[in-house]
Each structure stands twice: as C-alpha cells, then as structure tokens.
C-alpha cells in the first residue's frame, strides 16, 4: 500500500521567513513519482512539481526548492524568503509505476502573516 | 485552464435525498477522477474511471456510484445522502493516469447535506 505523511498539520509564519513542510512517503514499488500540489484560498489545485524516484537531484525553482531524499523516503519543500501570496494548503502526492491513482497527504495549511 | 467544469459548484441538501455531481471536460483524457477533502484527510479518492463504462472504486466509495456513458462526462452520485458525505468534491482528469503524468483539478463542489 502506497501512503503519504505530511505531518505538519499548520505552520504560520513571518513573511520573509524560510519556511519547510516535509513530505513522508511510503511505497513497495521501485519506481514511483512523487508531487506537490497548492490550493490557495480560492479552492483550485495547482501544479508545483513531479519528481521521479530515479532522480534524487533537488530541485530550486525561484523562491521554492525540493529536497528528495530516498534514504529517509522524504521529499520536503521548503518557501524561501516567504511572501503572504505564498499562504494555502500545500499537498504532498505519490503514484507508482503502473498504478493509475494519486495518493496524497492530509495536507498543510500554510498562514504567512504580513 | 484544463477545460474541467464541475456542476453545481455548491449544494446544500437534506439526509437521505439523493444528489448527482457533475463534471465534463473538453480535453478527451481518458482518465477521470472523484476525490473528496476533509480537514485532517487531504484527497481521497472515491471513485475513478478508465474509458467509457469503465470504472473502478477508490479507497472511499461506500455510498457513492459513478458513470460514464460518454468521454467527456464523468458523475458522481449519492443515492441516499449523508451528513458524513458533507464534504469538498473534486473532479480529476489525466491523459493516461499512469507515471509521472500530473493531474488537472476542476474547481471543486461544496457540498453540505443536512
């Protein structure tokens, strides 16, 4: 069974403060891809990011960066320099190779105060 | 813009009354999901399908059916409302649901059965 922890429930920062949410993940597949998804106030759910579990390379994206660690199943995201517009619910996910379902955390509400 | 709808985009209803959600998309993927979410739960998903008339459950599909009589439209039903089906539903599409593929989110449902 492929499962997903994102054990920070809420994290409230200072605007301009780094700010990391960690992502756990659990799978028997070799190969599997990991994402993160953003659902600001307005509800959608945005695209950040995929992973593959051949690539352990981080990964740095403007003020986001990814850190993939399969030697402790983890890949955390951490908001340098965080800005209000930064404040939602961020969602960790896992897919396996052949499986055709997204398995997401329970997800982690980030409040970025002015 | 994937090209998702979901209908209604709120609705409030009473126990035991039957309810049908909706969502349509214009981009011909074959893959389509339900996933409700709930606080300290994230994404479930509840139900998916993999082309017309074929569909399989998720991990939550007690009370709820689906069907896809065509491409484009993918519903979710409750026969008999619950207060524990209160939730927010999303519809999901992807091109083949496989690997690294991410996935496109409608808008999402309110739903509040009383």
């Known amino acids: 069974a492929q499962k997903v922890t994102q054990a920070q429930t809420e994290i409230s920062v200072v605007e301009k403060e780094d700010v990391t949410l960690d992502c756990v993940y659990e799978t028997r597949d070799t190969t599997y891809y990991l994402f993160w998804y953003k659902q600001p106030p307005s509800g959608e759910l945005v695209f950040l990011i995929r992973?593959?579990?051949?690539?352990?390379q981080n990964e740095i994206s403007g003020r986001y960066s990814w850190n993939f660690q399969k030697s402790t199943s983890s890949f955390n995201f951490t908001i340098t320099a965080s800005q209000v517009v930064d404040s939602a619910v961020y969602f960790c996910?896992?897919?396996?190779?052949?499986?055709?379902?997204?398995?997401f955390g329970a997800g982690t509400i980030l409040r970025v105060k002015s | 813009d994937a090209g998702i709808t979901q209908s209604p985009r709120h609705k409030v209803t009473e126990t035991g009354t039957p309810v049908t959600l909706r969502c349509h998309q214009t981009e011909n993927h074959r893959y389509m999901y339900w996933y409700r979410q709930d606080p300290g739960h994230g994404l479930r998903l509840i139900h998916y399908?993999?082309?017309?008339?074929?569909?399989d459950k998720g991990e939550v599909s007690d009370g709820y059916s689906v069907s896809r009589s065509k491409t484009e439209d993918f519903l979710l039903t409750l026969e008999s409302a619950t207060s524990s089906q209160t939730s927010v539903y999303f519809c999901?599409?992807?091109?083949?649901?496989?690997?690294?593929?991410?996935?496109?989110f409608g808008s999402g449902t309110q739903l509040s059965v009383l």
């Open positions: 999901a599409i992807s091109l083949t649901g496989l690997g690294g593929e991410k996935l496109f």
């Open positions: 996910a896992l897919r396996g190779e052949y499986g055709n379902k997204l398995v």
């Open positions: 399908s993999y082309g017309v008339k074929d569909t």
């Open positions: 992973r593959n579990s051949f690539d352990e």
